[in-house]
Structures are given as structure tokens and as C-alpha cells.
């Protein structure tokens, strides 16, 4: 695999992986206006999941779903910070909401300047999105940014936000969030936690033969 | 023969699939209609990423060409070349009338939280401008939710991206 493909696949996994966490808050968040918007988020994280995936796809020969559903879940390239599950608390979602908009915002203005032009088109049209995510991010960090449980929550996640992007783009990250950098969580083979989310994600795709047109 | 003017009517046909008041070419998403013979070529640039309607729209235009007499191929761009600036005056207008409020011009910039909070948003039906952000998702991608203390009605606001 090119190492085009290989970067496209760990964003999209990311996506894809973040957006289906920040779904499981779809029917139970804490009041209804955050039931809509983290449902939105969830559905705009998969539709740039479904963008990233098809770029990779057309150079793999395959299609967005055969890569969403259909690999092993030892093959996801997701990073540990999407991977955990947190509901049904509050503080460290909120957490992990601000560390990786902010960590996706380095990332995604580095992409928009890449050689390749369609990695720089896509990157361009996410950004257009995540912008009203890093809002939303903004308004919750002015209201609890000063609560104890977010405050450890931010502690704790901070060396696996440091993971999300490459070892190039941590300083920035660090300089953002105003935090020294420490030992990254590195992307590695998912563990049993997303080894659940993976066996529920892919089990419908799994009930049929392979090929199935829905 | 089919002639491009014919597919760019034929497309203005289309109503949006989720905001039926609109067409595509209103929504500005058909970038180029190319005709070669029989064989019809459209450059779609899709709106929202996330979007359920892009398949349908997809389709439709698919369809429309057919009707024509035309081969069609739909070119999915995942590009930059669509933004809420693109949807056409006329566009607008229609979107207000059905009581949705237009997206404000990106020209001026990415949207910030003063401006979503503080800048002047009219309300679609009654056009005073003392209306609050109350959320800034809404039940698509493309809304977030204000309300008008003016008129007391809750309205959609097109997300300005």
C-alpha cells in the first residue's frame, strides 16, 4: 500500500471510528439540543470518512464500504483517542470532543497545502464542516473548562490527543492547547474495546454474502 | 441530439431531495455539462459531506439524461468547488420564501461563534432581526436551529460553509 492510500485510511478510520462513538450519544445525551448536535457531528465525521475512504478506494481498487466494513479489525489504523468508549460520561466526551477538533483542525490545515491536489481538495471541503465543530467544541471548553472532571479528563487524554497526528504536528498541537508535550499514545493494533465496537459496526454487513447489493 | 441546454433545463427540473422547494442547479451543485453525441457528462460537487440526499440527487440527474435520449455519467467531485456561495440568487430567495432562512455570504470568511451569536440573522418569516442561535446543528447537516423573539417561531438556518 502507497503511503498515500495508508494516510487516507488512518484519517478516514479516525472519522469513521469517532463519528460512530459520538452516535452512541444519539437518544441519551444530557439534554436534547447536545442529542442533535452530536448526532450531526456523528453523521458529518462518516460522510468525510466516506469522502477519505473513496480516495483511497480508487487508488486501491475497492470501494468505501469494502474498506469501512469489510477489513478485520486488526487492520483499522484508527487512533487510540477514538477508539474509547466513554459514555455515558459526560466530561471526558466533552474532553476528547475539544482535544481532537483541535488536533484534526493542525492536521487538516497541513493536508490543504499537500502536493496532491485531490488530498488537498478533500482536506479543503472537510475543513468547511469542522469549523462549526470546533464552535460547538469552543462553547462547551467556556463552560467547563474550568470544572474539575473535565480538567482530569484533559489530563488523562492528553498523551493519546498527542497521537492522533504525526510526531511533526504534536508541537503545534501543544502550543495550542497550551500543555507540555509528553509520550504520545501511538497508533497500534486495537485492542478489546474496539474489538466490540468493530463486532457490532460490521454485523449486518456480516449476516449477508459477501457482495450483497442493499 | 441532445444539446447541453436541454440537460442544463432538464436539471433545473430537479427539485432538491430534502429542500424540494429548490432545484439542483438552484443548489448549485452541477458544476459542467459536457455532451458528446449521446454520451452526457455532469460534474456533481456534492453539498454536505454527510449528506443522505447525495445518492438520491445523483440518480435523479441520471434519470434526466436518460429521458433526453442521452447516455448519462455523473462525475462525483470531492473537491472544493462547492460552497453555500454557490447556491443561486433566485435559490435563495425560494429558500426564504418556504421559511428557510439563506445562508450568509461566505465571502466575508469562515463563520465564527460572535458572528453565529451576534451578527443579524432575519427571521424568514417575519424579517425582524432580533432572532438567537439556539443550536448550531440542527435535524440536517445543512441547518442549525434560531428562534425569533419577534415573531415567537422557531425557523432553520442554512449553515453558511
Known sequence: ?214 | MVTEVAVWEALAEIPDPEIPVISLVDLGVVKDVAVDGDRVRIEFTPTFMGCPALDAMRTQMEEAVTALGGEPQVDVLLDDSWSTDKITPAGREKLREAGFAPPAPRAEGAPTLLQLQKAVHRCPYCNSAATRLDNIFGPTPCRSLRYCTSCRQPFEQFKTI
Open chain 1, 1 to 214: 500500500m502507497t503511503e498515500r492510500a495508508q494516510l487516507l485510511i488512518e484519517l478516514a478510520d479516525d472519522e469513521l471510528i469517532l463519528g460512530w462513538r459520538n452516535s452512541e450519544w444519539t437518544g441519551i445525551a444530557p439534554f436534547l439540543e447536545e442529542d442533535v448536535a452530536f448526532s450531526s457531528i456523528a453523521q458529518n465525521e462518516i460522510g468525510h470518512a466516506r469522502a477519505l475512504y473513496e480516495l483511497a478506494a480508487r487508488e486501491l481498487d475497492t470501494d468505501a464500504d469494502a474498506l469501512a466494513f469489510d477489513r478485520k479489525p486488526e487492520e483499522y489504523r484508527c487512533a487510540p483517542l477514538v477508539q474509547l468508549r466513554f459514555v455515558p460520561d459526560w466530561a471526558r466526551t466533552i474532553a476528547r470532543h475539544v482535544l481532537y477538533e483541535t488536533a484534526d483542525a493542525i492536521r487538516i490545515e497541513h493536508l490543504k497545502e499537500h502536493e496532491d491536489a485531490a488530498l488537498a481538495g478533500v482536506a479543503a471541503k472537510i475543513e468547511r464542516e469542522e469549523v462549526y465543530h470546533r464552535l460547538h467544541a469552543e462553547m462547551w471548553l467556556d463552560r467547563l473548562g474550568r470544572e474539575a472532571r473535565y480538567t482530569e479528563a484533559v489530563e488523562e487524554l492528553w498523551p493519546y490527543a498527542l497521537g492522533v497526528l504525526a510526531p511533526e504536528l504534536r508541537p503545534a498541537l501543544a502550543e495550542r492547547v497550551d500543555r507540555p508535550e509528553v509520550d504520545a499514545v501511538e497508533r497500534h493494533a486495537p485492542g478489546e474495546e474496539f474489538a466490540e465496537l468493530w463486532n457490532e459496526m460490521t454485523m449486518v454487513r456480516r449476516s449477508a454474502p459477501v457482495g450483497a447489493q442493499w
